[in-house]
Nanobody, 123 residues
């Protein structure tokens, strides 16, 4: 089982990035909730956005209307489109596969995690 994030980098405030998370076929990512979390230096892991098996999505209030999660089940890939980035979005971003089909925001309910990708937003 493997999740590999890509697409991170450094941008100026107001810019955009799209993160990708490629899942190995045995992750069965299309059958489970998939989510994005982030962790800023010295802070706790924070839920960012989730997408259900049928494509429904939800996002944290701090990123709502700026970040959108999507998935391509045929490609076993999860995406996070991030627009109007702010310096406070700077963090390592992780994708994760839930233990269940339903989504929630507790890291303990996620069975598999990627290695993370750094996003740095400068003012």
């Amino acid at each position: 089982v493997q999740l590999v994030e890509s697409g991170g980098g450094s941008v100026q405030a107001g810019g955009s990035l799209r993160l990708s998370c490629a899942a190995s076929p045995n992750t069965y990512s299309s059958s489970y909730c998939m989510s994005w979390f982030r962790q800023a230096a010295g802070k706790r892991l924070e839920w960012v956005s989730s997408i259900t098996t049928t494509g429904g999505s939800a996002s944290a209030q701090s990123v709502k209307d700026r970040f959108t999660a999507s998935r391509d089940n045929a490609k076993n890939t999860l995406y996070l489109q991030m627009n109007n980035l702010k310096p406070e979005d700077t963090a390592v971003y992780y994708c994760a596969r839930a233990r269940f089909t339903y989504c929630n925001d507790s890291p303990a309910d996620y069975a598999y995690w990627g290695q993370g990708t750094q996003v740095t937003v400068s003012s």
